[in-house]
């Protein structure tokens, strides 16, 4: 968990970082590019490293977290490490029934004349709440493998297990949010990762296991898996979509 930004507090010299502040210094939003370039070691001892495939971050809160959190991902759109394409901003919302989640874009149709500049041009994920807690409950409940579900690492603090608890679902009203003595972001963030499994980029639930030829790159075993650093080279940060091979794709029709 990221507590402190790069600013220095010259008059502390025990605790020299400033506390992080997301809403008040658009630069705090930086420390999160470390996040985006983080990879983990592989278990098999061989040096080679997981990257990170998708990140999603939450663009609402106090004032003066969007406006920043918008900022920043225009920053990472000039960037040409191409970081824009793998950190997507999220915000629970109303979506239409049926809906895992839409993309829409900042500022369309509001009166916020001193945003209206990034109207349309910066997208976020409005995430159909409800319907993402509901499968988020579902995968709690299931302990077999088979399907979707959650482990837990076993240091994990009761704090955690008290947010994940936090919510209630009334009948014709949905997921009800915590009362004022209760926290509830472990819960929110288990739902976007959900929504980030069900995004356009990942499309987890519609990954054809049984037909490896059909299983995206960045998902096949260790050894096919062309998103894995090899441990004598540096990773490439610019994603694309893939681009199927033409031929491969019409022989599906003859």
Same mark, same amino acid.
């Given at each position: 968990?990221?507590?402190?930004?790069?600013?220095?507090?010259?008059?502390?010299?025990?605790?020299?970082? =400033? &506390?992080?502040? &997301?809403?008040?210094?658009?630069?705090?939003?930086?420390?999160?590019?470390?996040?985006?370039?983080?990879?983990?070691?592989?278990?098999?001892?061989?040096?080679?490293?997981? &990257?990170?495939?998708?990140?999603? #971050?939450?663009?609402?809160?106090?004032?003066?977290?969007? &406006?920043?959190?918008?900022?920043?991902?225009?920053?990472?759109?000039?960037?040409?490490?191409?970081?824009?394409?793998?950190?997507?901003?999220?915000?629970?919302?109303?979506?239409?029934?049926?809906?895992?989640?839409?993309?829409?874009?900042?500022? %369309?149709?509001?009166?916020?004349?001193?945003? @209206?500049?990034?109207?349309?041009?910066?997208?976020?994920?409005?995430?159909?709440?409800?319907? =993402?807690?509901?499968?988020?409950?579902?995968? *709690?409940?299931?302990?077999?493998?088979?399907?979707?579900? *959650?482990?837990?690492?076993?240091?994990?603090?009761?704090?955690?297990?008290?947010?994940? #608890?936090?919510? +209630?679902?009334?009948?014709?009203?949905?997921?009800?949010?915590?009362?004022? @003595?209760?926290?509830?972001?472990?819960?929110? *963030? @288990?739902?976007?990762?959900?929504?980030? #499994?069900?995004?356009?980029?990942?499309?987890?639930?519609?990954?054809?296991? +049984? %037909?490896?030829?059909?299983?995206?790159?960045?998902?096949?075993?260790?050894?096919?898996?062309?998103?894995?650093?090899?441990?004598?080279?540096?990773? @490439?940060?610019?994603?694309?979509?893939?681009?199927?091979? =033409?031929?491969?794709?019409?022989?599906?029709?003859?």
């Amino acid at each position: 968990k990221i507590r402190t930004s790069n600013r220095v507090d010259e008059n502390d010299i025990r605790k020299p970082l =400033l &506390p992080i502040d &997301p809403a008040g210094y658009a630069e705090d939003w930086d420390m999160l590019i470390e996040v985006i370039e983080k990879s983990y070691p592989l278990s098999d001892g061989s040096g080679r490293m997981m &990257p990170i495939k998708i990140t999603g #971050c939450d663009s609402g809160g106090m004032d003066g977290v969007t &406006p920043n959190a918008v900022r920043f991902w225009l920053k990472l759109q000039k960037d040409e490490a191409g970081h824009h394409r793998r950190f997507h901003l999220v915000k629970g919302d109303k979506v239409r029934e049926g809906m895992w989640l839409r993309q829409a874009s900042f500022y %369309e149709g509001k009166g916020n004349a001193s945003m @209206s500049f990034f109207a349309g041009k910066v997208p976020f994920q409005r995430l159909n709440s409800n319907a =993402l807690k509901d499968r988020l409950n579902l995968v *709690l409940m299931r302990d077999e493998p088979g399907g979707a579900r *959650l482990r837990f690492p076993a240091f994990l603090p009761d704090w955690f297990y008290k947010q994940m #608890c936090a919510e +209630e679902r009334t009948a014709g009203k949905g997921w009800e949010p915590p009362k004022a @003595s209760r926290r509830n972001e472990a819960w929110d *963030l @288990s739902y976007y990762s959900i929504a980030m #499994c069900v995004h356009p980029d990942i499309n987890l639930d519609r990954i054809r296991w +049984e %037909e490896p030829e059909k299983v995206p790159s960045w998902a096949k075993p260790w050894d096919q898996n062309d998103f894995i650093i090899q441990p004598d080279k540096k990773q @490439s940060y610019v994603t694309k979509r893939e681009v199927g091979d =033409l031929q491969k794709v019409a022989a599906q029709f003859l």
